[in-house]
């Protein structure tokens, strides 16, 4: 079975791919046709950022859950030469996870992707 991160790889390489498979002469098919294709084959250009995003979120889901073997006698957390209390961290680190999870990318046009896991 392909990761999800395999999935969005493939689903990138098939966007990339569209414009090679339409007819050479573009009359032959409706420009509104034509326009649809484009706005799709356009988010190929987002699935690196939104594979990004998802092996950060990775990242920060796997911090959560080793969190508690790094606390001190004194309930705390150090995280480079900073020191901050067990719940703190996990609250900071749930916060980033689902930040990520349903992070926005913008685009230069103007259009904006939605990330959902």
Not at 30 to 46: D, L, R, V
Not at 49 to 63: D, I, P
Not at 80 to 89: C, D, G, L, P
């Amino acid at each position: 079975m392909k990761t999800l991160e395999q999935r969005m790889i493939d689903a990138k390489s098939c966007l990339n791919h569209v414009d090679s498979l339409l007819p050479s002469h573009t009359s032959m098919i409706p420009a509104s046709t034509k326009q649809h294709f484009e706005e799709i084959t356009a988010y190929a250009s987002s699935v690196d950022r939104w594979l990004q995003l998802l092996r950060a979120r990775n990242v920060v889901g796997s911090w959560i859950q080793t969190l508690e073997s790094h606390v001190d006698m004194h309930g705390n957390i150090h995280v480079n030469s900073q020191t901050m209390s067990y719940h703190e961290a996990r609250i900071t680190g749930f916060q980033s996870w689902v930040n990520l999870g349903t992070g926005r990318h913008n685009h230069r046009d103007g259009r904006q992707d939605r990330l959902h896991t």
